[in-house]
């Protein structure tokens, strides 16, 4: 039984006390602590070692009362504030939030340029090119989009909004000088990556030689760092770049009907 409009504060602090301190996502089991007992989502825990709200270091300890708890509740959708009048179990309501009509969205460089900006997804587009214009990368069509990366561009560390496909992506480029390697990284800004890849092709002698690289976008709570590390990125070889010099880099985001969990470089 519900009672709109009454929310006794008790119930409230449980909901925050469930809600990771990084994705701001309520966290399902296994809820693990830091050494000073703050709570983190198992999601976030893969991706970091130290303590978002502390940064002491992370333990494997369990918290297993908070976690049964959680298996007991029915969650109000996070974007109630906003209108949305949806209440769900523990398992749906990470995936109801994602498609919530009422979700509003962080501004995709709220960590990297640490803007708090929050919108509707229609109105991110605007707020990117007017407060981040330099970090726009443009040129779009329909269902592909297609951008050229002047050679110097390659050799620094950056990141780029780009918008393709009706979707909001952002794109994560780094150059491992130890490793010898140009990485890129397209995460597509919502909860999940979606069938969206992306691909790199360079050209040399007039396009008559070419190289195509390509991968599945990631999600937006996928840690970049984690992404690098793990290899899933695009990952060019110094060598190659230097043989492409003098072509065209092509950075080309499809829309793709293939599943991006299961298909890997094409
Ligand atoms: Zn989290
Ligand atoms: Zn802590
Ligand atoms: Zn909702
Ligand atoms: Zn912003």
């Not at 994560?172 to 890129?184: G, M, Q």
Request: aromatic residues 8%.
């Amino acid at each position: 039984m519900s009672h709109a409009g009454s929310k006794p504060a008790g119930r409230q602090s449980v909901f925050q006390t469930l809600t990771c301190p990084l994705c701001r996502e309520y966290m399902c089991p296994p809820i693990t602590l830091c050494q000073a007992g703050h709570n983190i989502c198992s999601r976030c825990r893969s991706g970091t070692e130290k303590c978002p709200s502390c940064e002491r270091p992370l333990l494997d300890t369990r918290n297993v009362a908070l976690e049964t708890i959680a298996r007991n509740l029915v969650y109000p959708c996070r974007f109630s504030p906003a209108g949305c009048r949806g209440k769900f179990r523990m398992d749906d309501v990470g995936k109801h939030h994602a498609q919530c009509p009422h979700r509003s969205y962080d501004c995709p460089l709220r960590e990297l340029e640490g803007c708090k900006w929050t919108g509707r997804f229609g109105e991110i587009r605007e707020h990117v090119e007017t407060r981040h214009s330099t970090a726009v990368m443009a040129a779009s069509q329909e269902q592909e989009a297609t951008w050229e990366l002047s050679n110097p561009e390659c050799f620094h560390n950056s990141h780029h909004v780009l918008f393709a496909c009706a979707e909001v992506f952002v794109l994560y480029k780094r150059f491992d000088i130890s490793h010898r390697k140009l990485c890129l990284s397209v995460h597509r800004c919502g909860e999940s990556p979606g069938p969206f890849r992306y691909s790199l092709r360079l050209d040399k002698n007039g396009g008559r030689q070419s190289v195509v690289l390509s991968d599945a976008a990631h999600g937006q709570a996928e840690n970049v760092e984690q992404v690098f590390l793990s290899g899933e990125c695009i990952k060019v070889d110094f060598d190659m770049l230097m043989a492409f010099v003098k072509g065209t880099r092509l950075l080309r985001i499809m829309a793709t009907s293939e599943c991006a969990s299961c298909g890997h470089n094409v």
